[in-house]
């Protein structure tokens, strides 16, 4: 049974940062894209950063291009987001995903993903 756990959220000061983790297991990951999308509170579920399985293609919602990098170890099947400069407007509950392949990750398409952690509240306060 394919597992992907999140940790990492909290609550954090507006211009500080937190890093998220997304330990993934219950089956091989190879060839999968990894992922990250939020939702606040009311809203859609959209999409924030993807990685490809070797690392080589990263794609970012524009809000967050230049705070947030997102980075993987497959040894370890987790994939990380590094969230700096938060804003008010980050706070969310962040979602891990995993995807064979990489194109609903590069479209930013939630519907397409394979898998879903359960999601850590990441929350920003002014």
């Known amino acids: 049974q394919v597992q992907l756990v999140e940790s990492g959220g909290g609550l954090v000061q507006a211009g500080g940062s937190l890093r998220l983790s997304c330990a993934a297991s219950g089956r091989t990951f190879s060839g999968y894209g990894m992922g990250w999308f939020r939702q606040a509170a009311g809203k859609e579920r959209d999409f924030v950063a993807a990685?490809?399985?070797?690392?080589?293609?990263?794609n970012y919602v524009d809000s967050v291009k230049g705070r947030f990098t997102i980075s993987r170890d497959n040894a370890k099947n987790t994939v990380y987001l590094q969230m700096n400069s938060l804003k008010p407007e980050d706070t969310a509950v962040y979602y891990c995903?995993?995807?064979?392949?990489?194109?609903?990750?590069?479209?930013?398409?939630?519907?397409?993903?394979?898998?879903w952690g359960k999601g850590t509240l990441v929350t920003v306060s002014s």
């Open positions: 990685i490809s399985w070797g690392g080589g293609k990263t």
């Open positions: 995903a995993v995807d064979w392949g990489y194109e609903d990750f590069r479209l930013g398409n939630p519907n397409g993903m394979d898998y």
